[in-house]
């Protein structure tokens, strides 16, 4: 308890030296318990021998966590301001690179080309860059095994959601497919610094390429898309809107796959999705 302090009284120091302001706009909200550091590293099912993307560096605490228990950490910031601070908080870490830049400029095919190899990507991210970071490496990626990353609880909620429920959405059968997630921890906002009007939940998406045989990939995504396009119409609704299909002709394919025409796109699980995709695909049927 005292060392936590201690190093809390630390980084706000290093960060008064260096007449460091908080950027509302970068969604600058820092962790310093170093127990809730390490907790999320070792939860996170990474280990010595891994390689970590840590998007978003702020003023290096999680980096460091981070840094103890793998082989090498590539951190991305965008606020160029934090150099000097990091300069003294990760001094120590000699398997730590820190490249300033937008990780949505750079993308997740550059990450991979500079990797070469599988990564984790562990971050603690500002809230409305989450889904389009998280989309980025699900859709793009070869080389990402698991993404961790604590989010605004709500967003965590509606990333591990089960279908039937209100948090169930296109994100989780999107994710779903190709993809296994668990919230691994809930954050009090008072633990960040400044605290922000919102709770955060750790998530961890474990890929498995082989979960389910998904013939075409983006037919895959676009019939989640559709489904999900308007929440209160039926599924027949709603993908009578996204393909050049007449009712009956979806109403068939749906009896194809054991889905009553009745349902909604909310009460399919990924594996149903899945089904039915690769009938369409295979049917030589295309979204529009
Ligand atoms: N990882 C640190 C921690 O846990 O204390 C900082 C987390 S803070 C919520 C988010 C960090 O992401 C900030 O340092 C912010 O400057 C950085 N950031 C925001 N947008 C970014 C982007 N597009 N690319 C890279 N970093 C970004």
Redesign the pocket.
Known sequence: MRKNLKIIMDIKSILKQNNFTF?KR???????DTNLLKSIVEKSGVNANSTVV??????G???GEIAKQVKKVYG????TK?KPVLNETIKDYNNVEIIF????KIGAKKVDEMIGASYSII????YY?TTPIIMEFVEKSEFCERVVV?VQKEVAERLVASPKTSDYGAITASIGAIANSKIIKYIDRQMFMPPPNVDSAVVRIEFDKNKFEILDIKEYRKLVKNAFSMRRKTLVNNLMKGYNLTRQEIENALSNCNVPVSVRGEELGAETYVELSNYLVKNGVKSK
């Open positions: 950027e970068f969604g600058q909200n820092f962790l310093t840590e998007i978003g560096v702020g003023a605490t999680l980096t991305f910031e965008i606020d934090l830049s937008d990780i949505l971050a603690n991210l500002p860059i604590t």
